[in-house]
């Protein structure tokens, strides 16, 4: 089984829009209700505590599962709010489950369960600040190639069109898990979560391997000598994307620099902002579509993708547009080239980062000391052979990519101490990651399958 998201923009009418609006809102009161009644006990007990009352005296403790949750709502739902069956049950579900798993997260960081940064106590959701949204798990939930069909809100049109998910759906080939309606950047999105059993051809050169260097000025260029260029639209969309910020930053903003201190925006900064917000939206999904061509198309071809370790997290503190926007897409490339070439039965390597494929010479492997970044063609001076300087770290990458195999076949005992991170996978591997909580897709509830599913695909 693996999991797959799908997403498309609506256009949803303004009678759709409202009701997908008030849903968002219904998600939202659940979740302040809930969060409400966990913070009100815990501050009781504690207050408690410090009057010396302990053990069973003290008030009882409520469950934070999204299961007691949810019993818990529906004993009181008719006087917190009557206005409850307007709604689907789902937008109250949506608020309690991200509840749930919120504080799952802080609880278990809390008590060192959790790997990462601490995760703060749950905050109340504002009206004015919560990006609104519904997850649809049960009940009539369906694609079609320019609609798509939810619970309550109906028959929505598609901004775009979904061909390719209903393709795959439509010979039971897929089965559609859940459908999530969210407002971002100025817009209404549906991601379907689909769990596919689709099966993916080996690569059509099985021997390949292939070097890809990624680039600013250019998306990619392969060992092979292939260019794949930025996306048409891409600086056009840039362009918008720096005057929009330059015209928000002459407004006044949430954050006052003299004082350093917060302050209400001018409505002018928040029309702005919103503005400044699609533009970035467009900027992304421009970069995005032509990064799943991209990757789709090497993981079908090549066994074997070689990439460099661009240390991403370092790099998007630079401060250039052009610079951070291609930093985001490097680590969006990586992580899909991982998964696409795991489900063609292909690898991926990732060379060391200190690995100088730049600066390196393909043809007689000299190390230059220096290569500024303004020079496009890459001269060898002990050799003597000119190549394109994209080509050139390409082909490097390529032969680093076959001594890595070399050593790998040689012994598998020396495979980790060269720093490759090597990944192979099966088709097990999971595209979307699931949020660590407390349901899952599947759990949640069951979907009616679309016209000619295969009953029930197996979960693992
Ligand atoms: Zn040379």
Same mark, same amino acid.
């Given at each position: 089984?693996?999991?797959?998201?799908?997403?498309?923009?609506?256009?949803?009418?303004?009678?759709?829009? /409202?009701?997908?609006? #008030?849903?968002?809102?219904?998600?939202?009161?659940?979740?302040?209700?809930?969060?409400?009644?966990?913070?009100?006990?815990?501050?009781?007990?504690?207050?408690?505590?410090?009057?010396?009352?302990?053990?069973?005296?003290?008030?009882?403790?409520?469950?934070?599962?999204?299961?007691?949750?949810?019993?818990?709502?529906?004993?009181?739902?008719?006087?917190?709010?009557?206005?409850?069956?307007?709604?689907?049950?789902?937008?109250?579900?949506?608020?309690?489950?991200?509840?749930?798993?919120?504080? &799952?997260?802080?609880?278990?960081?809390?008590?060192?369960? /959790?790997?990462?940064?601490?995760?703060?106590?749950? @905050?109340?959701?504002?009206?004015?600040?919560?990006?609104?949204?519904?997850?649809?798990?049960?009940?009539?939930?369906?694609?079609?190639?320019?609609?798509?069909? !939810?619970?309550?809100?109906? @028959?929505? %049109?598609?901004?775009?069109?979904?061909?390719?998910?209903?393709?795959?759906?439509?010979?039971?080939?897929?089965?559609?898990?859940?459908?999530?309606? /969210?407002?971002?950047?100025?817009?209404?999105?549906?991601?379907?979560?689909?769990?596919?059993?689709? #099966?993916?051809?080996?690569?059509?050169?099985?021997?390949?391997?292939?070097?890809?260097?990624?680039?600013? &000025?250019?998306?990619?260029?392969?060992?092979?000598?292939?260019?794949?260029?930025?996306?048409?639209? !891409?600086?056009?969309?840039?362009?918008?994307?720096?005057?929009?910020? @330059?015209?928000?930053?002459?407004?006044?903003?949430?954050?006052?620099?003299?004082?350093? /201190?917060?302050?209400?925006?001018?409505?002018?900064?928040?029309?702005?902002?919103?503005?400044?917000? %699609?533009?970035?939206?467009?900027?992304?999904?421009?970069?995005?579509?032509?990064?799943?061509? !991209?990757?789709?198309?090497?993981?079908?071809?090549?066994?074997?993708?070689?990439?460099?370790?661009?240390?991403?997290?370092?790099?998007?503190?630079?401060?250039?547009?052009?610079?951070?926007?291609?930093?985001?897409?490097?680590?969006?490339?990586?992580?899909?080239?991982?998964? %696409?070439?795991?489900?063609?039965?292909?690898?991926?390597?990732?060379?060391?980062?200190?690995?100088?494929?730049?600066?390196?010479?393909?043809?007689?492997?000299?190390?230059?000391?220096?290569?500024?970044?303004?020079?496009?063609?890459?001269?060898?001076?002990?050799?003597? #052979?000119?190549?394109?300087?994209?080509?050139?770290?390409?082909?490097?990458?390529?032969?680093?990519?076959?001594?890595?195999?070399?050593?790998?076949?040689?012994?598998?005992?020396?495979?980790?101490?060269?720093?490759?991170?090597? &990944?192979?996978?099966?088709?097990?591997?999971?595209?979307? &990651?699931?949020?660590?909580?407390?349901?899952?897709?599947?759990?949640?509830?069951?979907?009616?399958?679309?016209?000619?599913?295969?009953?029930?695909?197996?979960?693992?």
């Amino acid at each position: 089984m693996t999991l797959l998201a799908y997403r498309f923009a609506l256009d949803p009418t303004p009678a759709q829009e /409202r009701a997908l609006r #008030s849903h968002a809102g219904a998600a939202r009161v659940a979740f302040n209700w809930g969060l409400a009644r966990v913070k009100a006990v815990m501050d009781q007990r504690v207050a408690e505590a410090t009057y010396g009352i302990t053990g069973e005296d003290l008030t009882p403790s409520i469950s934070w599962s999204l299961y007691s949750l949810r019993k818990d709502w529906n004993a009181v739902k008719d006087t917190v709010a009557p206005w409850w069956a307007e709604c689907s049950k789902e937008a109250f579900n949506t608020g309690l489950d991200a509840l749930a798993r919120a504080l &799952k997260n802080w609880g278990e960081s809390r008590k060192g369960k /959790r790997k990462g940064k601490p995760v703060a106590f749950p @905050r109340f959701k504002s009206k004015h600040k919560a990006r609104p949204s519904i997850r649809f798990t049960t009940g009539a939930i369906r694609c079609e190639t320019r609609h798509a069909i !939810l619970p309550r809100i109906g @028959r929505v %049109k598609l901004h775009e069109d979904a061909t390719g998910l209903v393709a795959d759906v439509e010979p039971g080939r897929s089965r559609v898990l859940s459908a999530t309606a /969210r407002y971002e950047r100025g817009r209404w999105n549906a991601a379907f979560t689909v769990d596919t059993e689709v #099966s993916r051809p080996a690569p059509s050169d099985p021997g390949a391997v292939v070097g890809v260097d990624l680039g600013i &000025k250019t998306l990619a260029v392969l060992s092979d000598g292939t260019e794949i260029p930025n996306p048409r639209h !891409l600086s056009t969309a840039l362009g918008k994307v720096r005057r929009l910020s @330059r015209t928000a930053s002459r407004r006044q903003g949430p954050y006052d620099p003299p004082t350093r /201190r917060r302050r209400s925006p001018s409505n002018r900064w928040r029309r702005a902002a919103a503005a400044l917000g %699609k533009a970035q939206g467009r900027v992304a999904d421009v970069r995005k579509d032509s990064i799943h061509k !991209l990757t789709t198309d090497i993981a079908r071809t090549y066994a074997t993708v070689v990439i460099e370790d661009l240390h991403v997290a370092g790099m998007v503190k630079n401060r250039r547009l052009a610079r951070h926007v291609a930093d985001a897409s490097f680590a969006q490339i990586r992580r899909q080239l991982e998964y %696409k070439t795991a489900w063609h039965g292909g690898t991926l390597i990732v060379a060391d980062r200190w690995f100088a494929s730049s600066k390196t010479c393909s043809e007689c492997g000299a190390v230059r000391a220096k290569l500024t970044l303004s020079e496009r063609t890459y001269v060898c001076g002990v050799c003597g #052979s000119v190549a394109d300087r994209d080509v050139n770290a390409a082909l490097n990458l390529a032969q680093y990519g076959r001594n890595e195999l070399k050593v790998a076949a040689s012994g598998a005992e020396t495979r980790n101490g060269r720093g490759a991170d090597r &990944k192979t996978g099966q088709a097990r591997q999971v595209a979307v &990651k699931r949020q660590p909580g407390t349901a899952t897709a599947g759990q949640t509830g069951t979907v009616p399958q679309q016209r000619g599913t295969a009953s029930e695909a197996a979960h693992s």
